[in-house]
Structure formats: structure tokens, C-alpha cells
């Protein structure tokens, strides 16, 4: 059974809240009034009565009121009890309606700590001359073959995007490609490759689409066997 997102979660147990919060209060409310029967009802108290439910449906529309202002508590000490008892219910509503605006609104509800990265990168240039097969076991191609590419697509526009923000070396974006697609399964996706190489999920996506740009646009020239000089 698929989980519950957060955000629906809470918004649930918030509406919970809520309709068990405006019960007691319509609940309290019924006991402070004299119910008479509809028949005896006379004009003017019909429009008493359609002001105090005009006044109870429009309570969730109050949010100007924080228990924390000593300014607007001051002229409220001398208020009885039932009036002390109805602002404490829309000091109370106002919170429950600004915690469901803040729900709604935040792109983040949990923030977790910032996830350490050790890029390995740097292991490539130890394994092309002291370890030849750990480098095959990493991205799948020779040195030479790894050179020829990147020297192939280093000119290509989709690596000079006259950004602010500098792309990261073609040679680190064609490791982090190759690293993917010489894997499969869990071991292809980008949240290993990210802490494999030391960057980010988005600059997993991103590298891996401008080098298969790259590629396909020098499909003839890059995809083949060796030639025999070669």
C-alpha cells in the first residue's frame, strides 16, 4: 500500500483538529442560547438568530488575533468569562487556519541535514596509469578512448551556455555519463552516481543529457569499433 504523503498527512490530522474543535465550540455555543420552537418565532428573533449563525459561520474569516500581543490582550482583562471564552475560540482558529496556510504554502515541511559528498573522481587519474582495470570498472572505456571522446565533444554548444555559473569540466561530465550507463539496475541511478562522484542529483540529469546530445550529434564519428591504426 503506497504511503501517505507528509503534506496529506498532516493536512488530515489538521482537519481532524479542526471539525473536533469547531464542535466543542458550536457545542458550547448551543448551551449559552435559548432554542424556541420555529412556529413562535417572532421577527425580531429571527433576525437574531440569523446574526448569531451569520456570526459563527464567519468566525474561520478572523485571523487578525495573536495571543502573544500584549497590546491587544490589555483591553480584554476586564471581558467576563463567556467573552473571555469566545476569544480564547477565535484566537484558536486563527492558529489552526494559519498552520493550514503554512502547510499549503511551504515547498519544504522537513528539513534535512545537507548530504556529504565525496566526489571519487579523483581515483580515475590514479587508476589510468596504476590500475587499469579498476579504471574499465568504473567508466568501460581505456584511457585513450576516454580522451578521444571528451577531445571530440569539448567544442559542442551544449557545453558553452554563456551561463553565470560555470559548467563543471567535460572530462567530469563524460566520467559521470559513462559511470551510468555502464551500470544497471540500483547501481545506475542517479542518487548513486551523485554520492559516486561527488555532485548533486540535478547535475547527475544534466550531465548525462549534454553528453548524450553531444554523442548523438557525432553519432558516426564516436560509436564505432576501433580501426585497425587505432
Not at 37 to 66: G, R
Not at 87 to 111: D, G, P, W
Request: charged residues 20%; contains cysteine.
Amino acid at each position: 500500500m503506497p504511503q501517505l504523503p507528509l503534506r496529506c498527512k498532516l493536512l488530515d490530522e489538521l482537519d481532524d483538529v479542526d471539525r473536533s474543535f469547531k464542535h466543542a465550540w458550536l457545542s458550547k455555543y448551543l448551551q449559552d442560547v435559548t432554542i424556541k420552537p420555529f412556529p413562535s418565532l417572532s421577527a425580531s428573533d429571527s433576525d437574531s438568530s440569523e446574526s448569531s449563525i451569520s456570526s459563527i459561520s464567519n468566525i474561520s474569516t478572523i485571523s487578525s488575533l495573536h495571543s502573544d500581543d500584549e497590546s491587544s490582550i490589555q483591553p480584554f482583562l476586564s471581558l467576563s468569562c463567556s467573552d473571555l471564552e469566545e476569544m480564547y475560540f477565535l484566537v484558536t482558529q486563527a492558529k489552526i487556519n494559519k498552520l493550514h496556510r503554512e502547510i499549503l504554502m511551504s515547498r519544504v515541511l522537513c528539513q534535512n541535514p545537507a548530504v556529504k559528498k565525496a566526489s571519487q573522481l579523483p581515483l580515475l587519474e590514479h587508476w589510468r596509469t596504476g590500475n587499469i582495470k579498476q579504471y574499465r570498472r568504473r567508466v568501460h572505456v581505456d584511457p585513450d578512448t576516454f580522451d578521444g571522446i571528451a577531445n571530440k565533444i569539448r567544442a559542442h554548444h551544449i557545453f558553452h551556455n554563456h551561463s553565470n555559473t560555470p559548467q563543471a569540466p567535460v572530462e567530469v561530465q563524460l566520467a559521470i555519463f559513462l559511470f551510468c550507463a555502464s551500470h544497471y539496475g540500483n547501481a545506475a541511478s542517479p542518487e548513486v552516481i551523485g554520492h559516486w562522484a561527488g555532485v548533486s542529483l540535478g547535475m547527475v540529469v544534466n550531465c548525462t543529457n549534454r553528453i548524450m546530445l553531444a554523442l548523438l550529434s557525432l553519432h558516426n564519428e564516436c560509436i564505432h569499433f576501433p580501426m585497425a591504426e587505432e
